[in-house]
């Protein structure tokens, strides 16, 4: 069992610079869910998909783009990096509890 | 205000000692609970789930929640140096566009 499979694992963008973070889930969980954390704050909600075909803002949605493509993948989208969307993200999927992919390291020079 | 509060760390103890991670929520309609393990530099793990009032107990570990007093904790027994992390805990339901979990209480366990 994969679980939730994110890539990359690590990036570091120039500010200005666009990427897409892709996010699988291999449970057949209908919801699905991006987080950033900075060092040292908790989890903060940026966009979260219910169910294949809707995506609903978070707490943090500026400055992101989401993607449900189907009910595995959930994407995020940076379309203009900013040094601010310098974090760790968490893609998440969820029936009961949350079960997190390891995360992607972000870093906007 | 948010959500889900605990309580503000960081938390040491010996080891042998029993650790105790505490929560509070305000929504009166949140039924059941999760606790989250985050080692540094890594994803939450889920590590329990608690659906009803009462305790439940799953080795070392045993979650309490209180809906009356909306009250939710994790004691861990016996710690041991690798229970040193961040206990995040969060309700289960909606979240209405809002993250749903605790900032997390840091836990070290010192040998």
């Known amino acids: 069992n994969a679980g939730v499979t994110q890539t990359p694992k690590f990036q570091v963008l120039k500010t200005g610079q666009s990427m897409t973070l892709q996010c699988a889930q291999d449970?057949?969980?209908?919801?699905m869910y991006w987080y950033r954390q900075d060092p040292g704050m908790g989890l903060r909600l940026i966009y979260y998909s219910a169910s294949e075909g809707t995506t609903d803002k978070g707490e943090v949605p500026n400055g992101y783009n989401v993607s449900r493509l189907n009910k595995r993948e959930f994407s995020l989208r940076l379309e203009s990096a900013a040094p601010s969307q310098t974090s760790v993200y968490f893609c998440a999927s969820r029936e009961a509890g949350y079960t997190f992919g390891s995360g992607t390291r972000l870093t906007v020079v | 205000q948010k959500e889900v509060e605990q309580n503000s760390g960081p938390l040491s103890v010996p080891e042998g000692a029993i650790a105790s991670l505490n929560c509070t929520y305000s929504?009166?309609?949140?039924?059941?609970f999760f606790w989250y393990r985050q080692y540094s530099g890594k994803s939450p793990e889920l590590i329990m789930s608690i659906y009803s009032n009462g305790d439940k107990e799953d080795g070392r570990f045993t979650a309490q929640l209180n809906k009356a007093s909306q009250y939710v904790s994790l004691l861990i027994r016996d710690s041991q140096p690798s229970d040193s992390a961040t206990y995040l805990c969060a309700p289960w339901g909606t979240n209405a566009g809002k993250s749903t979990f605790g900032d997390g209480t840091t836990l070290t366990v010192k040998p």
């Open positions: 929504d009166r309609v949140s039924q059941s």
């Open positions: 449970m057949n969980h209908n919801s």
